[in-house]
């Protein structure tokens, strides 16, 4: 696969490892967020963790739109579903817990119309097939998703689909990224001692590299956005570790093939025509982030289905002893949770954070190094 | 007027017909559909001994029996369909154990309404590959269930065979030390079936790899008879069978990512989909387990044989209690190849 | 996040569309998002849409800068 495997390559995975162990200072530790659930995928999928060197930490963050996304917006989508309408949704939202163990996996099989979908377009077919029919699209994700839901709203508006909406739950990544740097733990506490950030990849292509300067600037912290392959991984990971070795925050770009500094400014248009922020939202693990959600602009109200329906305002809470929140921000690891592997397992998921195929958990879980680990503890 | 013609004044319309309540409950209906669609198309003699059981004489030796509940969706897909998918699945499971399959049985459970062409199609896939396969369908049953109450078509096949003497193989024989092989390319069934579900709709050639695997068993356990294990990675896939397998026989795995055939374009679709190969399930391939110095000499075996032809050593087995079962990677490190958690659904994240 | 794959456009269809191929595996997809794609373009997809066409020049560069990180030393 062109432009695929050429960033997996084995040889080169080799010469970048041994670069990075060259170049990384011994005396120090480098303690390296990746915002996005990509790179965690990448990281652990692909074994990167084995060519880094013991004092090159990778911190797992917040980035993923399915682990943030708190429990009553998913319970609202369940309720739609309940009321009638036919709900569709990604498949990355199925089995995510909601309130009292519910998912939408499990409101399916209790007889509720839920569909999964790969991407808008199929939505708006649904709607246009069933007439008679509601059908709510269930939209999640970072801005590298919101420019879809854009189209299919401009769509549905033109041709004047009466029976098609959004359910918008769309969130702001350079939000959350401050929300964490301003978190307590980071800024006084130096709990999280976060070194340096990758910078998500395709959020980036959409919005660009611009927006990331101010956090350069403003935490003097170096931000490389990187490719989501194993190798562009990597070769970020060397473009940090120079970074903080030579004292400089800048934001730079690994992952040129994609990403310009302006980013796709006809997809930017096109949200900006649709969507407008929210004054705060809350994200699951974060508490309410001032200006970090979108919602559906008064023109396209009739597409919004916050105010087509009546959505309750439930509390779910998480479950007692899910450690998701801290996850997510980078506080603590999956195996600090107490409910890690003994209660909760991909196969009885307590958290989002176990859930979503990029959720910390579920990558430990799945590609798992602790599994490895406490083995070794066994057997010493 | 023949004997058949008094009985059924009129022959059952296999174009327009549709499966109704009668053709399950005991009557006329349903022995004409018995006869005229699935007694016709089976064909053999047993079956046509015309009883509720079929008879035969006890095989010598030790007996295997295996059965399964068919309930794919869709009923056809590249490559195949419900039927011939039954007729392998069973053959496969009763050859797993070294066995020479015999006999299959096959139960139905139509739903009410469901077009009599399409189970026609169906029934004649099933006959060829049982045909082809040598193991004949010699008994079997049909009920109706209401509409609503059934996807078409349920089929419940069981099968008998009779394995060799000095051949003993099973999950628990595994070993620490023994090679692991692959019959040939992982992910081909699952694919061709995801393509052809409607929300999904991508193109492609892959077709299923649905086949019977017991000529390419037979040849394996006649020049390797020790074998340890051979077990078929269907649902769940590779990874699935790999753990099954670990788990029984407590011990651990380290796999080779390189070494396991993957077909580009299966690879490309599940890339797309977000899906793990390893996880997508098979229906022509088996896993086998060999001490190691035999493994040449059985991927040689495998290789001469047309549905072995792709065949390769992808690992081997470790002591380890725990029963990991790992992979090096493509990139060169390591990761855990684990049990699947639920179903493995697309993902845009 | 963001699951997106870099496809080769084989054909532009009607309205905003366009079929993509990856190793033969061929999806239809929207073009809606992307300005001046043609055949032969490498599109990053997403959700059934393209993101962003993909520079071959700039991926060279990369490959050429991690290839070259011993010699450049």
């Known amino acids: 696969m062109k432009y695929v495997d050429e960033f997996r390559d084995k040889a080169l995975a080799k010469k970048l490892a041994k670069q990075i162990a060259e170049e990384a200072d011994q005396s120090r530790q480098y303690n390296l967020m990746e915002f996005c659930g990509g790179h965690t995928h990448a990281i652990f999928r692909y074994g990167v963790q084995d060519l880094m060197p013991n004092n090159v930490h990778f911190v797992h963050g917040p980035g993923c739109p399915v682990c943030v996304l708190p429990i009553p917006r998913i319970d609202n989508a369940i309720e739609l579903a309940e009321q009638g309408a036919i709900v569709c949704t990604y498949g990355d939202m199925m089995r995510v817990p909601a309130s009292g163990k519910n998912s939408l996996i499990k409101a399916k099989a209790a007889g509720s119309d839920i569909r999964m979908v790969y991407s808008t377009m199929d939505a708006l077919k649904i709607a246009r097939d069933n007439p008679e029919r509601e059908v709510v699209f269930f939209a999640i994700g970072f801005e590298t998703t919101t420019p879809p839901t854009a189209v299919a709203i401009k769509v549905a508006a033109a041709e004047g689909l009466k029976n098609f909406s959004v359910f918008c739950n769309h969130v702001l990544t350079p939000a959350a990224i401050q929300h964490i740097l301003q978190s307590p733990e980071v800024r006084e506490l130096g709990q999280v001692h976060i070194d340096g950030f990758y910078g998500p990849s395709h959020v980036s292509s959409i919005i660009g590299s611009a927006p990331y300067d101010y956090f350069a600037e403003e935490f003097q912290k170096p931000v490389v956005i990187a490719g989501f392959e194993p190798l562009d991984v990597m070769q970020s990971t060397l473009m940090l570790i120079r970074q903080i070795n030579e004292g400089r925050f800048e934001v730079e770009n690994e992952y040129t093939r994609v990403v310009t500094p302006e980013g796709n400014e006809k997809a930017q248009d096109l949200v900006s025509e649709v969507f407008e922020l929210r004054r705060a939202f809350e994200w699951r693990g974060l508490g309410e982030v001032p200006y970090s959600a979108l919602k559906i602009k008064e023109e396209f109200a009739e597409y919004d289905a916050e105010r087509r329906f009546a959505v309750s305002e439930s509390k779910g809470k998480d479950v007692k002893g899910c450690e998701c929140p801290a996850i997510l921000r980078g506080v603590k690891k999956p195996t600090d949770c107490k409910l890690f592997g003994t209660v909760c397992t991909p196969d009885n998921p307590m958290g989002s954070c176990m859930v979503s195929s990029e959720g910390s958990c579920a990558a430990y879980w799945s590609y798992g190094r602790f599994r490895l680990e406490r083995a070794k503890e066994a057997a010493e | ?349 | 996040m963001c699951l997106a794959l870099p496809a080769k456009i084989v054909e532009i269809t009607e309205g905003d569309n366009a079929i993509v191929s990856l190793e033969g595996v061929k999806k239809e997809i929207s073009l809606a998002l992307v300005a001046d794609a043609k055949v032969g373009d490498y599109v990053l997809v997403h959700v059934g849409y393209a993101l962003n066409t993909i520079s071959p020049e700039e991926a060279e560069k990369t490959l050429a800068l991690m290839a070259e990180m011993e010699a450049a030393q």
């Open chain 2, 1 to 349: 007027m023949s004997r058949m013609e008094k009985r059924f004044p009129t022959k059952i319309n296999m174009r327009r017909g549709k499966v109704d309540m009668t053709h399950g409950s005991g009557g006329r209906a349903m022995a004409q559909l018995i006869e005229e669609l699935f007694a016709r198309h089976f064909d053999n003699e047993l079956l046509a001994q015309g009883n509720d059981q079929a008879m035969f004489d006890a095989p010598k030796g030790r007996m295997v029996m295996s059965v399964d509940g068919h309930v794919v969706s869709p009923l056809f897909f590249p490559g195949g369909d419900i039927g011939s998918l039954s007729v392998h699945g069973t053959i496969n499971d009763v050859a797993m154990s070294g066995a020479v399959p015999l006999y299959l049985s096959a139960g139905f459970i139509l739903e009410e309404g469901f077009p009599l062409e399409e189970l026609e199609k169906i029934v004649v896939s099933m006959a060829r590959a049982a045909k082809d396969a040598g193991v004949p369908v010699v008994t079997g049953d049909t009920k109706v269930v209401e509409r609503g109450k059934g996807d078409g078509v349920f089929i419940t096949t069981t099968g008998i065979g009779v394995v060799p003497d000095g051949i003993d193989i099973s999950g628990a024989n595994v070993r620490a030390g023994d090679a692991i092989l692959i019959s040939g390319h992982i992910g081909d069934h699952g694919v061709a079936i995801m393509s052809s579900r409607e929300n999904l709709a991508f193109e492609t050639e892959i077709v299923s790899d649905s086949a019977a695997l017991h000529g390419l068993v037979a040849d394996m356990v006649a020049a390797v008879p020790e074998i340890h294990a051979l077990r078929d990675p269907t649902r769940g896939g590779l990874a699935a069978t790999l753990n099954e397998i670990a788990y029984q026989a407590e011990v651990g795995m380290k796999l080779f990512e390189e070494k396991i055939p993957l077909r580009n374009e299966v690879d490309a679709a599940c890339e797309f989909l977000g899906l793990d190969p390893l996880y997508v399930a098979n229906e022509g391939k088996l896993v086998a387990f060999c001490p190691a110095e035999r493994a040449e000499r059985l991927l040689e075996v495998m290789r001469a044989h047309p549905l072995g032809a792709d065949s390769a050593i992808i690992g081997e087995v470790l002591k380890d209690e725990m029963g990991f079962v790992t992979m090096e990677t493509g990139f060169g490190g390591t990761r855990i190849v684990d049990w699947l958690a639920g179903e493995q659904l697309p993902r845009i994240c």
